[in-house]
């Protein structure tokens, strides 16, 4: 809340302007603006409003807008350690939306207010130091490269929940080759059997355990769990 015993500037621009309707009327367009007050008296019409205030209620910020049948003017005020540059083309912004609204009413002269605007813009522009200047332009540069990754983000997200779609897939379909894989790998005793039969026949009457079991991808120990049964059936002899 602002200081009680700070005060702002005071400034006022006036222009010169024609009524080519009625003040009521102009008051009624403006009554759709809540944020204003108004009344007309013999000054004219006064649009106001206060911005803030201070300790004691009083407008501390604000401005008012007076409407006569020749001239329209502006009284506003500047708080302390503010840019009164920028604040002058908060005016002239504001005043310009009133003077749009009331156009079919009160016309201003085009051609002092355009100019004031333009002097208004060139002062602000003037006053930006090239510090300023320099950060803005480093903004606007990071601004473009934060809105460029996060289009990339987007679709690095897009990509990687295609991808944890994929290897879900690819984990199932491993987990079912597994599967037909090691039941391709489990051979019953009778066909392990007959493995076994058909290499001591092609091996010169022997069997190598390690060379058969890495040949078959089967664990030694089974190999020679079905060489015991088949020597104890009489399907095979062992050899000295």
Known sequence: MPDEDIAPKVEQISFDGKLVGTLESAKAKLAA?????????E??????????????KKPFLFYLVNIQPEQVSVVYSI??????KLRRLYIIKNLSSILSIIDGDYQVDDSRFLQYVDSSIDDALNGLSQSYSTLFN???ALLAEYREMRRLNLELSAS??????QTSQFEEENKQLKGQLKALQTYSDESL???????IETHNNSIDINEF???YKIAAP???????????LGYIELRN
């Open 138 to 140: 480093k903004y606007d």
């Open 33 to 41: 603006m809540p944020f204003f007050a108004m009344k007309i008296d």
């Open 213 to 215: 079991a890495q040949n």
């Open 193 to 199: 059997m007959a493995m076994v039969e058909d290499w």
């Open 43 to 56: 000054g004219g019409l006064h649009v106001a409003r206060v911005e803030s205030r201070n300790i004691h």
């Open 79 to 84: 708080a302390p350690d503010t840019s009164e």
């Open 222 to 232: 089974r190999i020679e769990q079905i060489l015991d049964k088949m020597v104890s």
């Open 160 to 165: 990687n929940r295609n991808l944890t779609i």
